[in-house]
């Protein structure tokens, strides 16, 4: 492996991922060295990383070789996830809680041998109960109300027990780690097509291949609602985290709420189109889901405040853009 010029060195885990990617160019503009490692490398544009190895983080030779040095900071944000068609069809389960599970033990058995100076773990807002969620206008997911657990999937009861093994690794070998619940990331060069989207490229998407008049299909009535959180906002979010002193489990979201229909209004100005919309039956998970900021304001003396309206115009321009490429070579 080569070794990094710069004073300080990173490693993002997930790096060809839409967060991972997004982090390492600002880890690179911040002056980092920064090694990546995926299975892939970015979709949609080239890494920025210094040093990229395509590999499995489920392969313990693998972490013994891109753990091999103190990084002053490590960002493990590696997993099997998607958007709600793959996480709550129940078909990817058992992969969701294997993969990720292994992932998550082979990189702190490996940062625990080798030494780091400050590990970052992403959790999700899936880990919150699915019973403090029933009610779409006043959903509870204030960080002390993930106890008693009661995920609604498989996917966050893993982020539990992996948020679990990271903090009993700081109380028993002083590991120094911080730690995130993301509430819907999302941005420019994400995953749009292919079943694994989120909700926001979902919807921008379906609006960019609808002619003006004509129709989408949204999953339920549409009134269920979550709030969403452009990728900027959540890089800096978790800067912040990793130079406090404060570890979390924290929320990093946006609390500007909305239903699914209203994502689809927000889509549909941005396309300058009218559409009209049929409800259909599909996975939905739970009916209400907003980012709590109370804590991460308290501790880090900041909070998201970017419109939905402005994120939702900056992607709906990037996937129509990519859409009409597809339409082109076809």
């Known amino acids: 492996m080569a070794q990094s010029t710069s004073s300080k060195a990173a490693l993002v885990l997930g790096a060809g991922g839409f967060i991972g990617n997004h982090l390492v160019t600002r880890l690179k503009g911040e002056g980092f060295w920064v090694r990546g490692v995926d299975l892939k490398k970015p979709d949609f544009s080239t890494t920025e990383a210094d040093e990229f190895v395509v590999g499995d983080l489920r392969d313990q030779a693998l972490c013994r070789t891109v753990i091999d040095r103190e990084f002053q900071e490590v960002y493990q944000l590696a997993a099997d996830m998607g958007g709600a068609g793959f996480i709550f069809s129940g078909e990817n389960d058992a992969d969701i809680m294997h993969n990720s599970a292994q992932i998550n ?26 019973h403090n969620q029933l009610d779409p206008d006043n959903p509870d997911c204030s960080e002390q109300s993930a106890y008693p657990a009661d995920p609604d999937s498989e996917y966050g009861w893993e982020k539990l027990f992996s948020e679990r093994l990271f903090l009993s690794h700081r109380r028993n070998h002083g590991m120094e780690v911080r730690i995130a619940r993301f509430h ?36 339920g009535d549409g009134k269920q609602t979550r709030s969403f959180l452009y990728i900027d906002e959540c890089l800096e979010g978790v800067r912040r985290l990793m130079d406090s002193d404060f570890m979390g489990p924290v929320n990093i979201g946006s609390d500007e709420m909305v239903t699914i229909n209203q994502l689809a209004e927000l889509a549909m100005d941005a396309a300058n189109k009218k559409l009209s919309i049929r409800h259909i039956d ?49």
């Open 105 to 130: 033990l082979n990189v702190v058995e490996r940062c625990k041998t080798h030494g780091v100076g400050r590990l970052f773990y992403s959790s999700s807002a899936c880990i919150y109960p699915e």
């Open 184 to 219: 819907n990331i999302f941005g420019p060069m994400g995953t749009w097509q292919g079943g694994r989207e989120k909700a926001p490229a979902a919807m921008c998407r379906k609006v960019a291949e609808t002619p003006d008049g004509g129709e989408i299909e949204i999953w």
């Open 282 to 330: 599909g996975p939905l998970g739970v009916r209400g889901r907003n980012s709590d900021n109370h804590l991460i304001a308290e501790k880090l003396g900041w909070r998201p405040t970017k419109p939905l309206r402005d994120g939702i115009a900056a992607t709906y321009a990037w996937i129509d853009h990519c859409v009409q490429v597809a339409q082109t070579s076809q």
